[in-house]
């Protein structure tokens, strides 16, 4: 089964029953499937499997009192913040902090970045508490994060991976949904569609894409069959596959409102309400409730907090 916004069109028009007259275009529909994506279904993968659409962007950890969180992060969050070390080892995630508690470190004299103490979100950014005083070529800050999905589109005139070596990616054809020096995404062609690029910058030569796989959106190497798109857009639903009924029904219910077959939308929301009940059926078992293991001599119950020493 394919699970392209080319498909996904003729899914929802097919479950709709739309006719010549009242149909919306292939665009209007894959703007409200869009919508969709983006909410119910956004917000059932959060609750049923977190770790699906979370990716890392790391950033060196020099002397900077701000590091911005990705563009892309969903609701501006983090799921994690993380020092590693210069051979790659994480240390333990930081706490977010209140205003309150930073200045209560603050007033404590502790200034050592290695003795992280947590974050402060301000705005589009997060602030380190006490702030690092690394120099250059020093440790790094991973955060992890959930990512917005792109907004569909049909495949045309996207490109897809013949073979990738080393930043260098061999097209099926020359792209024209983007060109040298506009950022792309890399979305990988089979379930569970993960990104393999967010929003990187590309140099495009006739039907040879180049990237750099040391920019923090670059996640895992393209494989053969993978689709190479402008940023923030995508061809296909770039979620697991048990989604795609969701997102499909949750859809036509927004067709069918928006073209004002009221009674119709209401029968469809009826049965997009049992499609939901059914998916919770099938990933709640995934999910579990471990219990919470507590260590009694964490520096964390003594609000001494150290997420990692630096060498």
């Not at 059932?44 to 890392?56: Q, S, T, V």
């Not at 983090?78 to 995630?93: A, K, S, Y």
């Not at 040298?180 to 910058?201: C, E, K, L, N, T």
Request: charged content about 25%.
């Amino acid at each position: 089964m394919a699970y392209t916004a080319d498909d996904l069109v003729s899914a929802i028009r097919l479950r709709a029953s739309l006719d010549s007259e009242s149909e919306p275009t292939s665009t209007e529909i894959l703007d409200l499937a869009t919508s969709s994506l983006r909410t119910l279904c956004l917000s059932e993968l959060r609750r049923a499997r977190e770790e699906f659409l979370i990716y890392r962007y790391d950033q060196p950890l020099a002397d900077e009192a701000r590091f911005p969180i990705p563009g892309r992060a969903v609701g501006d969050g983090l799921r994690h913040v993380v020092p590693v070390d210069r051979d790659g080892h994480e240390g333990l995630p930081l706490p977010l902090l209140s205003l309150d508690q930073a200045q209560e470190h603050a007033a404590s004299g502790l200034i050592s970045w290695q003795a992280r103490y947590g974050y402060v979100a301000e705005g589009p950014a997060i602030r380190l508490i006490p702030e690092p005083t690394e120099g250059p070529n020093g440790p790094t800050l991973r955060m992890r994060y959930m990512v917005r999905p792109g907004r569909l589109q049909t495949a045309v005139g996207e490109v897809t991976v013949a073979s990738y070596a080393a930043g260098v990616v061999t097209a099926s054809g020359a792209p024209t949904t983007f060109s040298s020096g506009d950022r792309v995404d890399i979305v990988a062609a089979r379930p569970p569609f993960a990104y393999r690029a967010i929003d990187i910058p590309a140099t495009v030569a006739g039907s040879t894409v180049t990237i750099d796989e040391t920019d923090p959106g670059f996640q895992e190497a393209p494989q053969a069959g993978d689709y190479v798109v402008a940023a923030d857009t995508v061809p296909l639903m770039p979620l697991p596959a048990e989604m795609w009924d969701l997102l499909v029904q949750d859809t036509v219910v927004r067709v069918l409102r928006h073209i004002g077959q009221l009674d119709e939308a209401r029968a469809a929301a009826e049965e997009r309400n049992g499609i939901r009940g059914d998916l919770r059926t099938i990933w709640e078992p995934r999910v579990g409730r471990n219990k919470k293991v507590v260590n009694r001599h964490s520096h964390l119950r003594t609000g001494r907090f150290r997420g990692y020493r630096g060498s």
